[in-house]
């Protein structure tokens, strides 16, 4: 056959065998070459990237997902404990349980993994039934404050007052859920879509905000404050949260049952202080503390820790902070700690230290002295009083002896701003007189540099907390320029 017949049966529709045809017979073997190597090479590339038959690999057995099966398991145990009723149990018997659990599972299921894997496994399990799972590292990480979980990949920490994205993965949303759910559970609270926020406690006394859809539009989140161990008002110090001057006048101030309001914004270090300074509380006293979470870790024997509750389901069985303050009035406290003033209990807690409940401990939200005590004015209107506005102020300047302004600075740094003293009413107006603060010398790179130091104003109080026998003595309240001696430096500067 031809190469024209072998074209022509082909029935080559393109323009240039057409033209090949009506050329003659050289165009026609020509474009015949041309296109049997095309043809050529194609079925060599094709064969290249085929492999021969006897160079054909069988697909190897796909690797066990050690992640698949931890999540298998681990909704098959957590579903196992509820049947159980054990999810609010003790941490020992949970443990025995997830174990039994554990060791049943291994003994009667051909689980593909090796030794290694199957006692990562069984660690792992446990560390999820009893602990905080992935959050786990984090949480004994000792310069870690805050854990903030926004999502699976979305796990930020805060470290030395800088927010920074870990690599903590959780394996989905329901991974997160779950772990909110057993918070909750194991502090006898609940969690769903008909209520799905809430506050939490850990046995550390770490405290836990919780979200659930539809109020985070985005899945469940969870927000961890880290307290740890309580530092010590000397590790305070040492920190630069304050100075030796200043640690020692507020001990005098709450051994001599003055009544201290700390303020400051969220995460300034209000709690941290106001547990420092309780501290100085004699440990013969009687001490009643109210929080909306248990955080405060008291070292004095004899504490009684009030708690308030959420509503149920049905919207009963609320208790706030205002019908404990009223009911701890009739536990014969010495001391009343209010973890943070946020409604109309402020109204019973001025009135409770204005009528011989002195030394009183408590935290508000503010952005400065100032702002705090018009808080506390607001606040007593929620009560639901018809209160005259002066009768209010008289109240306040009455009963909150000295206001400490705590703030965390641009670089991260909480320190103590401002220690001041309310020494009455001027016309309608409190007044405040400075004893101490932080100046700011410079900035560096981020950094603040400054140091705390007195006003060199001698506060009122001084002659009162010496008639209850408090040795005060009056350098502490002089100024840097009249209290240098020779030998003696000048005040350190704070270059944290």
């Given at each position: 056959m031809s190469a024209d017949d072998k074209i022509s049966r082909a029935g080559a529709p393109s323009r240039e065998a057409r033209e090949a045809l009506s050329s003659g017979p050289n165009a026609v073997r020509s474009l015949f070459r041309r296109s049997l190597n095309v043809d050529t090479s194609g079925r060599l590339r094709r064969e290249e990237r085929a492999p021969r038959p006897e160079e054909r690999v069988e697909p190897k057995k796909s690797e066990t997902d050690y992640v698949q099966v931890?999540?298998?398991?681990?909704?098959?145990?957590?579903?196992?404990?509820?049947?159980?009723?054990?999810?609010?149990?003790e941490d020992r018997v949970i443990r025995e349980e997830t174990e039994r659990f554990v060791a049943t599972v291994m003994a009667g299921e051909s689980l593909p993994l090796n030794d290694g894997e199957s006692s990562r496994l069984a660690n792992e399990l446990v560390e999820e039934a009893l602990g905080l799972g992935p959050l786990s590292p984090l949480m004994n990480d000792p310069a870690v404050t805050d854990i903030l979980v926004n999502g699976p990949d979305e796990v930020f920490v805060e470290r030395f007052g800088r927010l920074e994205k870990t690599d903590v993965r959780f394996r989905d949303k329901e991974h997160i859920a779950r772990l909110i759910e057993r918070l909750a559970i194991r502090v006898g609270r609940r969690i769903d879509t008909s209520w799905p926020m809430a506050d939490l406690r850990m046995a550390d006394g770490s405290r836990v905000n919780a979200t659930l859809p539809p109020v985070s539009i985005d899945g469940p989140t969870i927000s961890i404050r880290r307290f740890g161990t309580p530092p010590a008002r000397q590790d305070l110090v040492e920190r630069k949260m304050l100075s030796e001057e200043m640690r020692t006048f507020l001990g005098h101030a709450v051994r001599a049952r003055k009544n201290v309001l700390i303020c400051g914004g969220t995460g300034s270090g209000k709690s941290t202080l106001l547990g420092a300074l309780a501290e100085a509380i004699p440990g013969d006293e009687r001490i009643v503390t109210i929080e909306d979470t248990a955080e405060l870790q008291l070292?004095?024997?004899?504490?009684?820790?009030?708690?308030?509750?959420?509503?149920?389901?049905?919207?009963?069985?609320?208790?706030?902070?205002?019908?404990?303050?009223?009911?701890?009035?009739?536990?014969?406290?010495?001391?009343?700690?209010?973890?943070?003033?946020r409604a109309g209990e402020?109204?019973?807690?001025?009135?409770?230290?204005?009528?011989?409940?002195?030394?009183?401990?408590?935290?508000?939200?503010a952005n400065s002295p100032r702002d705090a005590l018009s808080r506390l004015e607001t606040m007593v209107l929620?009560?639901?009083?018809?209160?005259?506005?002066?009768?209010?102020?008289?109240?306040?300047?009455?009963?909150?002896?000295?206001?400490?302004?705590?703030?965390?600075?641009?670089?991260?740094?909480?320190?103590?701003?401002?220690?001041?003293e309310i020494t009455g009413l001027e016309g309608q107006t409190p007044l405040l007189q400075e004893i101490y603060r932080f100046r700011t010398v410079d900035r560096d790179r981020g950094r603040v540099i400054g140091h705390h130091e007195p006003t060199g104003i001698v506060p009122h109080l001084a002659d009162e907390m010496r008639a209850r026998g408090e040795e005060l003595p009056m350098s502490l309240f002089r100024a840097p320029e009249t209290n240098r001696v020779p030998g003696r430096s000048a005040p350190e500067v704070d270059r944290a």
């Amino acid at each position: 056959m031809s190469a024209d017949d072998k074209i022509s049966r082909a029935g080559a529709p393109s323009r240039e065998a057409r033209e090949a045809l009506s050329s003659g017979p050289n165009a026609v073997r020509s474009l015949f070459r041309r296109s049997l190597n095309v043809d050529t090479s194609g079925r060599l590339r094709r064969e290249e990237r085929a492999p021969r038959p006897e160079e054909r690999v069988e697909p190897k057995k796909s690797e066990t997902d050690y992640v698949q099966v931890k999540a298998r398991l681990q909704e098959r145990l957590f579903e196992h404990l509820g049947e159980e009723g054990v999810l609010g149990a003790e941490d020992r018997v949970i443990r025995e349980e997830t174990e039994r659990f554990v060791a049943t599972v291994m003994a009667g299921e051909s689980l593909p993994l090796n030794d290694g894997e199957s006692s990562r496994l069984a660690n792992e399990l446990v560390e999820e039934a009893l602990g905080l799972g992935p959050l786990s590292p984090l949480m004994n990480d000792p310069a870690v404050t805050d854990i903030l979980v926004n999502g699976p990949d979305e796990v930020f920490v805060e470290r030395f007052g800088r927010l920074e994205k870990t690599d903590v993965r959780f394996r989905d949303k329901e991974h997160i859920a779950r772990l909110i759910e057993r918070l909750a559970i194991r502090v006898g609270r609940r969690i769903d879509t008909s209520w799905p926020m809430a506050d939490l406690r850990m046995a550390d006394g770490s405290r836990v905000n919780a979200t659930l859809p539809p109020v985070s539009i985005d899945g469940p989140t969870i927000s961890i404050r880290r307290f740890g161990t309580p530092p010590a008002r000397q590790d305070l110090v040492e920190r630069k949260m304050l100075s030796e001057e200043m640690r020692t006048f507020l001990g005098h101030a709450v051994r001599a049952r003055k009544n201290v309001l700390i303020c400051g914004g969220t995460g300034s270090g209000k709690s941290t202080l106001l547990g420092a300074l309780a501290e100085a509380i004699p440990g013969d006293e009687r001490i009643v503390t109210i929080e909306d979470t248990a955080e405060l870790q008291l070292d004095q024997e004899h504490v009684v820790r009030l708690e308030t509750r959420p509503p149920n389901v049905e919207g009963r069985g609320e208790i706030r902070a205002r019908d404990l303050l009223v009911n701890c009035l009739r536990m014969r406290p010495t001391r009343i700690i209010v973890g943070e003033v946020r409604a109309g209990e402020s109204l019973d807690m001025l009135q409770a230290m204005n009528t011989g409940h002195e030394g009183g401990l408590c935290t508000v939200h503010a952005n400065s002295p100032r702002d705090a005590l018009s808080r506390l004015e607001t606040m007593v209107l929620m009560a639901g009083t018809e209160l005259p506005s002066r009768a209010i102020r008289e109240q306040i300047a009455a009963a909150i002896h000295i206001v400490v302004f705590v703030r965390r600075f641009e670089d991260g740094v909480r320190r103590v701003a401002s220690v001041s003293e309310i020494t009455g009413l001027e016309g309608q107006t409190p007044l405040l007189q400075e004893i101490y603060r932080f100046r700011t010398v410079d900035r560096d790179r981020g950094r603040v540099i400054g140091h705390h130091e007195p006003t060199g104003i001698v506060p009122h109080l001084a002659d009162e907390m010496r008639a209850r026998g408090e040795e005060l003595p009056m350098s502490l309240f002089r100024a840097p320029e009249t209290n240098r001696v020779p030998g003696r430096s000048a005040p350190e500067v704070d270059r944290a």
